[in-house]
């Protein structure tokens, strides 16, 4: 039987104060795992705040503690890269909800008893105040920057719409200002995948020393798919094939597909690191993101004023998430006369492609920072 | 920067707010922001230029003319540039109506189609007109909408905008002589370069 990964200590801050969610409920308190790279400056005005996606959390830019593998992001953010943790301060914390150390169903409440199935449907508006109540607690009013891909993009936007006086510049990636119907279909497969588990026990599988890994690593491998393109998957596996023992070829599944037992990898190595509850709780706030809802349905209300600087980054083949979405955000951006800057990055390697080594888009991302700062300059000569 | 770029960046008042259609590698945003104290952007619809702008640190977005325009509000900037890009939008009077919408002045530079070697050469061949400036062959050129000054004149007139300025340029971006004459730089421009408000 799968079991939880031993506890690990996470770097965390703990914020007593309750916190108001959109669904109504207060959480009394909640605890951010983070983990921080680079130097403040004495103005504190180099802070980046780097949000992670669905799947991702803290461990950014150094290897994981339970994985043992590299930062989700060590493409990006490091010494020298795109994301210079020589020259800009990098905090990086697990969402409201997640399951590396910030509260979430997989953490315990007051009582001692864990959150589980209990745990208030979180919105990325709650993940992001949070967020904001981290920032203020490491001493930075404003953020030189936001940035983000995917379900980070989604809370980039929900930044800069939130508190445009505290983001400077703001960079989302392959996102989009809503989930689309096809998004949350997919989404709400992973989910039946859960809920089909004999060992989910309606969501109390911890009162049971169980957890429902068959249908997380399902719910995991059907995602995964979605996340790279076609001829990325042929270019990587194409047809070929591998035996399953002696007996090769003489039943249906002796033989496998190397697609098929690279998903297979990908399904039990997550399960070992993350929490269903949590998938279920991020997805759903995913679902629910809506930015132009939240503001009488025009996304241009959402930035109107904003001063905020924006580059907005999307991919070729990113069908989780295509251009045209971005785009439309763009076009938001143009009716609220908000600076904006926006490429489409060529690549064939899918929604993923913001996660690996892509020259054009790590020269777009700092020589876009370079900007800012040079335009952060500026005005603070002019302050002064 | 191109000759008739440096043009066009000397129309412009400092600390304004501009746009650049079809900006490029972004050469004059960047003259302008850095050295003009402008807040310049640019849309580009050439993926490489807009990367290559963007990372160089230029508030860029790709886009074009036809679409892109349509979104900005009303005098979003004091200055909106079409440098020689005019007689390849799809819909050239649209793209003006836009640009005098969403900016308070235009500055657009065109290539001239009455100059008189593109006269002769139909004339004399009756193949369509290959020069320096008009060089692609008729089954490729981007050029779906030429023009000559004279046509432009006219449709500012249609249009009820008033030309502030007009300048003829050669091929390299150089002003050119015919300042007082329309229509001897109808003749003689190989660029024209307009600077228009409305009335």
Same mark, same amino acid.
């Given at each position: 039987m799968d079991r939880l990964p031993a506890d690990i200590a996470h770097e965390a801050a703990h914020f007593p104060e309750p916190l108001p969610l959109e669904c109504g409920l207060t959480l009394p308190g909640f605890t951010l795992a983070y983990r921080t790279h680079g130097r403040l400056n004495a103005d504190r005005s180099n802070a980046i705040l780097v949000c992670h996606a669905?799947?991702?959390?803290?461990?950014?830019?150094e290897t994981h503690p339970? @994985? !043992?593998?590299?930062?989700?992001?060590e493409a990006v953010v490091?010494? +020298?890269?795109?994301?210079d943790t020589e020259q800009y301060f990098v905090i990086c914390s697990n969402v409201?909800?997640?399951?590396?150390?910030? @509260? !979430?169903?997989a953490s315990p409440r007051a009582d001692g008893t864990?959150? +589980?199935?209990?745990?208030p449907p979180v919105t990325i508006g709650d993940m992001v105040q949070a967020q904001a109540r981290l920032v203020s607690r490491l001493g930075?009013?404003?953020?030189f920057s936001v940035i983000g891909g995917s379900m980070g993009g989604m809370q980039v936007l929900e930044w800069a719409a939130r508190f445009p006086e505290r983001v400077f510049s703001a960079i989302p990636i392959a996102t989009a200002a809503h989930h689309s119907a096809q998004n949350i279909a997919f989404n709400e497969v992973s989910r039946q995948a859960i809920f089909g588990d004999p060992h989910f026990h309606a969501g109390r599988y911890r009162d049971h020393d169980e957890i429902p890994a068959r249908g997380l690593a399902v719910a995991r491998m059907m995602a995964h798919i979605t996340y790279l393109s076609e001829a990325a998957l042929t270019r990587k596996f194409g047809r070929r094939t591998r035996a399953q023992?002696?007996?090769?070829?003489?039943?249906?599944?002796?033989e496998m597909f190397e697609v098929e037992s690279y998903l297979r990898h990908q399904g039990s190595s997550f399960v070992r690191r993350f929490d269903a509850n949590s998938y279920l709780t991020i997805t759903r706030a995913m679902d629910w993101f809506d930015l132009a809802a939240d503001h009488d349905g025009d996304l241009a209300r959402a930035f109107h004023g904003s001063r905020t600087r924006f580059c907005l980054i999307s991919f070729t083949?990113?069908?989780?998430?295509?251009?045209a979405q971005l785009r439309a955000v763009a076009r938001a951006l143009n009716r609220a006369a908000a600076n904006v800057s926006f490429v489409e990055i060529e690549t064939?390697?899918?929604?993923d492609a913001f996660l690996l080594d892509e020259p054009d888009f790590h020269r777009t991302v700092s020589g876009f920072l370079k900007g800012c700062g040079e335009q952060q300059r500026k005005e603070e000569n002019v302050l002064s | 920067m191109r000759l008739d770029l440096a043009l066009i960046a000397d129309m412009i008042a400092p600390s304004s707010r501009v746009l650049d259609i079809?900006?490029?590698?972004?050469g004059l945003i960047e003259h302008l922001s850095r050295t003009r104290g402008c807040d310049a952007r640019g849309i580009e619809l050439d993926m490489a230029e807009v990367t290559r702008a963007i990372a160089h640190g230029l508030p860029v977005m790709h886009g074009d003319a036809d679409h892109d325009l349509a979104q900005y509000p009303d005098a979003a900037f004091d200055y909106v540039v079409l440098s020689r890009t005019l007689q390849a939008v799809e819909r050239p009077r649209e793209v003006l109506r836009q640009m005098l919408r969403i900016g308070t002045r235009a500055l657009v530079s065109f290539p001239n189609f009455g100059h008189w070697q593109v006269r002769l050469q139909l004339l004399r061949t009756g193949r369509m007109p290959m020069t320096?400036?008009?060089?692609?062959p008729w089954f490729e050129t981007p050029n779906i909408h030429p023009c000559t000054l004279l046509d432009f004149r006219a449709l500012c007139a249609d249009e009820h905008y008033v030309v502030e300025r007009w300048l003829a340029i050669d091929e390299a971006g150089r002003r050119s002589p015919?300042?007082?004459s329309l229509w001897l730089a109808n003749v003689f421009g190989e660029q024209a370069l307009f600077l228009l408000r409305k009335a």
């Open positions: 669905l799947t991702g959390d803290q461990y950014v830019a339970i @994985t !043992g593998k590299p930062g989700w992001w490091g010494p +020298g890269r795109a994301i409201l909800g997640g399951c590396m150390g910030s @509260t !979430g169903p864990l959150w +589980g199935t209990d745990f930075i009013g404003r953020l023992g002696p007996a090769a070829g003489r039943t249906l599944f002796d083949s990113d069908w989780l998430f295509p251009t064939d390697r899918g929604h | 079809g900006c490029g590698d972004g320096a400036t008009w060089n692609r015919w300042r007082r």
